[in-house]
């Protein structure tokens, strides 16, 4: 049991905690509802305290990290959370909001505490699952609930001046006027979300299940909008970082029978043609629970290595 990190994916709809060896193994994993941090009246004590039961229950007592994905852009400090707008309380108020929760957790475990934004821990999951630590410049996109985006350049993360950038679910799609929930208008997410694909089967599909939707209906202009909405998303980025290799990733593209020929034409279609000639890997991100705990370990060792 030497050498473990603990590893939290806390996404806006389940807490998944595990302990990762330094093989990358996952050991333990434990899958909880988020809504016991979102509804605690202090979620940083009740995130302490489950991380002191899992260690209990595993008998785990020596740890040489704990390292936290999050559903929102972190601070290049590593440890405070910009804002997640996809995690509120009853109140209806973002649970972290420009809060530091590396701090409290360091202090009462004694260890180093990490925390990145869980689409960054991801794609540390992706580029090693597939060879890609060598690449130049990767880009990755995972369209679940909302999209997140995560952009390597020479093995390091593109985060901007303070840590905010590459906020991709609420660029502005040009003379869109949808009402998002961030209170702008016409954000990406409004056209390539989960939220959106639940919205169109509301209105046109009230009587297929979500997960036949693309079964039953891919075919059919709503559908096909939507597709295209979101390898618009994918095309902008390629034209902006023209990647070695594209990341395609989420509860979207990974549903059953997602439309990923038509999906990857609209993305050629749309792509800047001097970044088209010289082409990019699309490779589609392995479906798999526990990426995102293992993602947060590899992010914790990479950052122990610096220190
Ligand atoms: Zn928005």
Redesign the pocket.
Known sequence: MENMIIGIDLGGTNLRIGAVNNKNNLIKPLVLKSECIASSPSPISTLCKLIEEYLCDTNITHIDAISIGVPSSVENDNATVICTTNIRNQSGEAVFSHVNIAENIKKHFHVPVFVNNDVNNLMLYDTLTHHLEDKKVLVGIYIGTGVGASVIINGDFLKGKNGAALDL??IPYYGKKEL???G?KG?C?CYASGWRLQQIRKEYYPDSPISELFTLHKTEDPLLDFVSACANIYAIMATIFNPDALIIGGGIPEMKDFPKEQFEKEINASVGKDVLSYGFDVIYSTPFVGKGIIGAAIFARKMLLKS
Do not use: I, L, T, Y
Request: with cysteine.
């Open positions: 679910g609420h998002c929930s961030c702008k954000c997410e």
